[in-house]
């Protein structure tokens, strides 16, 4: 007679089969640069739609660079506004060939950009997605509550061009076809109290520390682990092509989904390399109020 830890188990449990969407494990078009447990880590370039020849994605949860001149190792941060628009359009279009019909989209960008010319890049690049033919969900707002980093002020005291930011970053949520989700497990693994405050799109956590990751742009690994609890079944395929120093694939591991992640850079795939191997076995996040729903990587014990 099955108990309920043998469903328990058979929930958790990944199925070999799903590695077999991606086919071939390297191409002449990506390197498989690690594959561990449920995650792959391809390096290769998001710009090249031969990338992947599938759909294969039921869940993006990225985070891309977002033309602020960071000194990353392989790309330019500094393109004119045009060109960063340009950029936009390729990857979510070819994210959006490689996605299966109800995937998700969690994009993560700012509102803002000041650097260079103030620009709306939040609402620019959430049309650009729906130009695209990804259909617009919700906006949810990630504040990371941090305005030490405030240098500019414009007009002092005066009303004559004064400076205003919003310490906030975006999450805009976008799927392909139809936003009801019938494919996959159908096992959700949110606690009550986590999706009663998570589905309050205001989100707050602080930002990650650069020092501490080894990337000039890591996310804080609260926002993949949100999004993939929120947003996909167990077992489901979670993609990131901006996969940096591997946060969305740590969250997708542990959260018993599928990671698969293309980076650009060899450096930052080493990176994402070494912090997939350390921290993909039991995950320990600090912030209280997810303390619960915190579970080993087998998610059993
Ligand atoms: C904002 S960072 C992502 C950081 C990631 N969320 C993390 O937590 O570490 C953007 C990443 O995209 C990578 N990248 C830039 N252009 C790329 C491209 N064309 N294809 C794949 N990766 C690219 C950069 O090397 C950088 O690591």
Known sequence: MKTSLDKKVKDYEINNDYFNV?????????????????????????????????????LIVTSPPYNVDIQYNSNKDDLSYEQYLDFSEKW??????WSKTQARFLLNIPL????????????DLTS????????????????EGNISRRTAWGSW??????????????????????????NGSKNS?????DFMEWTNGLWTFNGESKKRIGHPAPFPIQLPHRGIKLFSYLRDVVFDPFAGSGTT?????????????????????????QRILK???????????????IRSHNGVL
């Not at 650009?128 to 504040?143: D, E, F, M, P, V």
């Not at 921290?279 to 729903?293: A, H, L, P, V, Y």
């Open 92 to 97: 979510m279009t070819n994210c959006f060939k």
């Open 157 to 182: 005291l005066s009303a004559s061009a004064p400076y205003v930011i919003a310490p906030v970053e975006l999450i805009v949520v976008l799927f392909k076809d139809n936003w009801k989700k019938t």
């Open 249 to 273: 694939l740590i969250a997708a591991s542990n959260n018993n989904r599928i990671g698969v992640g293309l980076e650009i850079d060899i450096n930052y795939c080493e990176i994402a390399k």
């Open 22 to 58: 991606l086919g071939e494990q390297s191409s002449a078009w990506r390197h498989e640069y690690l594959r561990h447990k449920n995650t792959i880590l391809f390096r290769g370039d998001v710009l090249n739609e031969n990338t992947f020849d599938k759909e294969f994605i039921d």
């Open 189 to 193: 693994d949110i606690s009550k109290e």
């Open 279 to 293: 921290e993909t076995n039991n995950i320990i996040f600090s912030n209280e109020k997810t303390k619960n729903t």
């Open 128 to 143: 650009l997605a729906q130009k695209i033919g990804w259909k617009y969900h919700s906006t949810i707002i990630w504040n």
């Open 112 to 123: 803002d950009k000041n650097k260079g010319g103030q620009k709306s890049v939040g609402a």
